[in-house]
């Protein structure tokens, strides 16, 4: 293929006694015109070429009917006021709606497809006071990390002209019950603070309803670490504050103090474990894994809250992972996964058992949202063949009903889903899940999507993507592997896939395509992998150790060059997870399998398409250029394409046209390199009941 141009620079960095090749360092540098050239001319040629491939036309008629969707969120209540998100077939942004009472008039609070002409400023977090009567919302420019915080008066609509603060990236606020303030995390904007250093600026503050933001209380000062994130909140009868600081997803502090007085005091140092509270009536519920790879509940009180005082209120489940905790309805909600499906169960608050909810079928749960003294709550539940429905549950009586859902032109009965095992290269044990149309002949010819994330103690669960349905219609198989790294069996899970353990990730995914071959699902030039962010270093890296076992990958927004990974975006508050090339032994590792440093020329590497985003700051760009640069100097055949999204953020643009032009983009590539045809009599035939 004929690439557009891109010069190679003999840059050789020497780590620790180790020559390391970095030829395109040049193209880290965003601002510099010639970099910006380069990628507009890669997008370009990618978006050409892209064009070209058949059957986009059936691809665009059938996501557009599956993403452009009427739904509801679960509501927040406030008050007696409800707030909730809804989405319709002919917006290209979800609406923040509030009714006066659940069966009340709705009405309109937030609509973002009236914030810009060219849909590129989005609604990020929205948080609700205590009466209901006041909203604090994030608005986010190219639906990036970085946001503004606003106050609107929820009656009358209006936006505080006063209100406005800047730095809001990481603000989550905290409402006390006087619903005239509340506390936030602050982040400086000053642009002569390097990125990757910020986090250790972040700051806890306080604003006060029509102060000037410049005014507002530190609470709390920053860390000054910036492989630190710093957050905090009051509980909700306003008595106890928190501040939470945390190392990575492995460990944390904790520091409170009752509201009023001056100093914090250490209520646990995470030494190797994370901790959790939530209050209610003057007790602290806190969720660890602390002695406890599972996690465990204990309860405490905050007139003895030394850790030796700390009762055990739910002990470690002897198979299921806890996942989380909410008290509602004056009861504890407890998620857990079982073999990485979800299950809900209700305790006292005295950690005696009450029942387990019950959920409408196999799949991926939430935990119950509700408030600590009311009975209603509500869960939204999904598999990979139940579009997401939100339910209502009586906390005291178990009744559960259908609240609000989602109707999709799909037939569920065509499908089957099946959870399987297979054992990894040292014998581990790894979950599978594989979706596909009734009937599969297992003739080694099926082209199968594989898909894996494998860190920060994230659980890919069955949960329902409506993306995955012209693929599947087209006889593809979908598979979903629980990699090590992940949460889906706690901690050892997730520290079994982390720092010197990373390559057991690596390994697990292996062992997953080995599995569907020798099972005769499919074969490698049929099979495809995606993944991204860190599910993008693990596709990086899948390709680049075994290209003879995979047949196309899709990198998104990922991390691919592991030794200067730490200097941009956030990429210090990651070195917990991954570890840092100024570490001698850190770098051994994280040179081995850093996928740029193991690109080599004359390797058949699998077809790519690498799916960027120009305003991520979250995982800087630079990952993918330097990647796709690297393996079209490779010189094999197969195309290594870069895509550029506009105007998005590290979760992509949230505009449902883009979203269709990107899974267009993608299942086209896919479509082309595997041999596949997408079904147009699918696509017609749900057009037609649309009609």
């Known amino acids: 293929m004929t690439y557009p141009a891109t010069r190679a620079e003999a840059v050789v960095d020497t780590l620790h ?55 509801l969120s679960a509501p ?22 509030w009714r006066e009472g659940e069966k009340g008039e709705e009405r309109v609070l937030l609509d973002p497809n009236t914030w810009s002409t060219d849909g590129t400023v989005s609604l990020g977090l929205w948080s609700p006071s205590w009466d209901g009567k006041k909203l604090a919302f994030t608005r986010k420019p190219n639906a990036a990390d970085e946001a503004i915080l606003h106050v609107l008066d929820v009656d009358t609509g209006k936006w505080s002209e006063v209100d406005v603060i800047e730095g809001a990236k990481y603000a989550s606020p905290s409402w006390m019950p006087d619903n005239q303030s509340f506390y936030y995390a602050w982040l400086p904007t000053d642009p002569s603070i390097p990125v990757a250093e910020r986090p250790g600026y972040t700051e806890l503050r306080r604003h006060r309803l029509g102060t000037e933001p410049r005014l507002d209380t530190v609470v709390h000062p920053r860390t000054g670490d910036p492989k630190t994130f710093l957050n905090g909140g009051v509980s909700r009868d306003g008595k106890y504050l928190f501040v939470y600081v945390t190392r990575g997803w492995t460990e944390n502090d904790i520091w409170w103090k009752r509201v ?8 646990v140092k995470g030494e190797g474990a994370k901790y959790s509270v939530d209050v209610w009536e ?151 899940f594989l979706v596909h149309r009734k009937g599969l002949k297992k003739d080694g010819d ?28 087209a006889g593809g ?15 050892a899970w997730h520290e079994a896939g982390r720092l010197d353990r990373k390559q057991n990730v690596f390994d697990d995914f292996h062992a997953a395509a080995e599995f569907l071959v020798r099972e005769g699902y499919t074969r490698p030039e049929k099979l495809a992998i995606s993944g991204g962010s860190n599910g993008g270093l693990l596709v990086g890296a899948a390709m680049t150790q075994r290209p003879e076992l995979y047949g196309a990958v899709v990198c998104s927004v ?44 004359g390797v058949r590497y699998p077809a790519l398409l690498m799916m960027a985003a120009d305003h991520d700051d ?66 017609a035939a749900g057009s037609s009941r649309g009609r």
Do not use: C
């Open 282 to 432: 003057d007790a602290f519920y806190i969720l660890t894994d602390e002695g406890a790879p599972l996690e465990r509940v204990f309860k405490a009180s905050p007139d003895a809250p030394e850790r030796e005082a700390w009762k055990e209120l739910v002990p470690e489940h002897p198979t299921a992972a806890l996942q989380g905790i909410n008290i509602v309805g004056g009861h504890l909600a407890l998620a857990y996964l079982q073999d990485a499906t979800t299950r809900v169960r209700l305790v006292t608050l005295d950690g005696q058992p009450v029942r387990e909810v019950e959920l409408p079928g196999v799949g991926a749960a939430s935990n119950l949202y509700g408030l600590e003294d009311r009975d209603e709550a509500w869960f939204v539940f999904s598999s990979f063949s139940t579009p997401p429905q939100v339910y209502k549950t009586s906390v005291a009586t178990g009744r559960v009903e259908l609240w609000a859902k989602v109707e999709l032109p799909l037939h569920p009965e065509r499908y089957t889903v099946e959870q399987t095992f297979y054992r990894s290269k040292d014998g581990t044990r790894v979950p599978l």
């Open 76 to 97: 927040a209540v406030r008050g007696d006021r409800y707030f909730y998100v809804r989405t319709h077939k002919d917006k290209e942004k979800a609406v923040l709606y």
């Open 446 to 473: 099926n082209p199968v999507l594989l898909y894996g994330y494998g860190g920060f103690n994230v659980s890919m669960l069955p949960s329902f993507r409506s993306s995955i349905y012209p693929w599947l219609d």
């Open 260 to 267: 009023g007085e001056t100093e914090f005091r250490l209520l």
């Open 477 to 491: 198989v979908y598979a979903v592997a629980n990699l090590r790294g992940g949460g889906e069996y706690g901690k």
């Open 558 to 601: 990922p991390l691919l060059d592991m030794v200067r990974y730490h200097l941009f975006g956030s990429g210090k508050t990651w070195i917990p997870e991954y570890g840092s090339a100024e570490n001698p032994a850190d770098f051994q590792v994280l040179y081995a399998y850093s996928p740029y440093h193991r690109v080599k020329k």
């Open 618 to 683: 979250r995982v800087d760009p630079l990952h993918a250029r330097k990647f796709v640069a690297a393996m079209q100097s490779a010189g094999h055949p197969a195309p290594a394409l870069l895509r550029i999204e506009a105007n998005a953020g590290h979760g992509g643009a949230d505009q449902v046209a883009k979203a269709i032009e990107s899974s267009m983009d993608l299942y086209s590539f896919l479509f082309q390199v595997l041999g596949v045809q997408a079904d147009t009599n699918e696509a």
């Open 17 to 71: 006694g180790v020559e390391v090749a970095d030829p395109y360092r040049w193209l880290e540098d965003e601002k510099s015109p010639e970099v910006q050239a380069w990628m507009k001319a890669q997008d370009a040629f990618t978006r050409e070429r892209l064009s070209r491939y058949p059957g986009r036309e059936a691809l665009r008629q059938r996501f557009t009917e599956l993403f452009y969707v009427e739904s």
